[in-house]
C-alpha cells in the first residue's frame, strides 16, 4: 500500500538494525537496496538523504533518518506492536536510545578508527572514553533481559544490535554481561527473519 513504510538500506549496513526494527513491528513494508558507490550518491537518493548514506525510512511522506531515530518512529507509529512504554514512563528508553547514538556508536568508532582522544582531551567529547562508555553499558545490561524496563522495546533492538554486531566484528569487548544481554536477544523470531532477509539480499560474489 501507498502508506507503507519504504526502506532504503543495503545488507552490509546499520540498515540491518532497521529492518530487524520493522519486523518487530510487524507492518507491510518494502525494502529498496541502495548499493554502495554512485547509487547512494545519485541526486535520486539524495533527495532522500542528503548525507548519501542507509538507512532511511520513508512513510506518511516522511524521511526518517539515524537507526535510533527510525527504531523511536516505529515504536511510536505502530503503538499496538508495544515496542516503547507508555509516554509517561520512557525516561530509560530515551536514555538508552540516545546512549546508543551519542556515546556507544562514537566510542566504538574511535576505537576502530584509532581516533580515541587522549586523556586530557576527553572532555571534549560527548561520549567521554571508550572505558567509561562500556563500564555504563555494562552497568545498564547486567543482570537484566531488556535495557529499559522489564519489556522489549526499540531501545533493546538498538542496543542488541550495536552490542551483537560490536561483538562479531571487535569493536565492542566481549564481556560476560554483554554477551548474556545478546543471547537473550538474537533468537528473537523478528531478529531471525530480518536477518535472513537481510542475507538474502547480499549478492553472492560480495560473501
Not at 53 to 66: C, D, M, R, S
Not at 179 to 189: F, H, I, N, T, V
Amino acid at each position: 500500500m501507498a502508506d507503507d513504510p519504504i526502506l532504503y538500506t543495503n545488507p552490509r549496513s546499520r540498515g540491518r538494525i532497521a529492518r530487524w526494527m520493522l519486523e518487530e513491528v510487524g507492518c507491510p513494508y518494502t525494502v529498496q537496496i541502495v548499493e554502495y558507490g554512485p547509487p547512494m550518491k545519485a541526486p535520486a537518493y539524495l533527495a532522500i538523504n542528503p548525507m548519501g548514506k542507509v538507512p532511511a525510512l520513508v512513510h506518511n511522506g516522511q524521511v526518517i533518518t539515524e537507526c535510533g531515530a527510525i527504531c523511536a518512529y516505529l515504536a511510536d507509529a505502530f503503538p499496538e506492536a508495544g515496542l516503547a512504554p507508555p509516554a509517561g514512563a520512557r525516561g530509560a528508553f530515551y536514555r538508552w536510545l540516545f546512549f546508543g547514538s551519542g556515546c556507544v556508536e562514537p566510542a566504538w568508532s574511535a576505537k576502530v578508527l584509532g581516533l580515541l582522544p587522549p586523556a586530557d582531551r576527553q572532555s571534549m567529547v560527548g561520549y567521554g572514553s571508550y572505558d567509561l562508555v562500556m563500564d555504563t553499558l555494562e552497568q545498564a545490561v547486567s543482570g537484566r533481559r531488556f535495557i529499559a524496563g522489564d519489556r522489549f522495546s526499540a531501545a533493546d533492538v538498538y542496543i542488541g544490535a550495536q552490542i551483537g554486531w560490536g561483538m562479531q566484528f571487535g569493536s565492542i569487548e566481549p564481556r560476560p554481561a554483554f554477551q548474556a544481554y545478546w543471547d537473550g536477544l538474537k533468537g528473537r523470531e523478528a531478529h531471525r527473519r530480518a536477518a535472513a532477509l537481510d542475507d538474502a539480499d547480499i549478492p553472492p560474489d560480495a560473501t
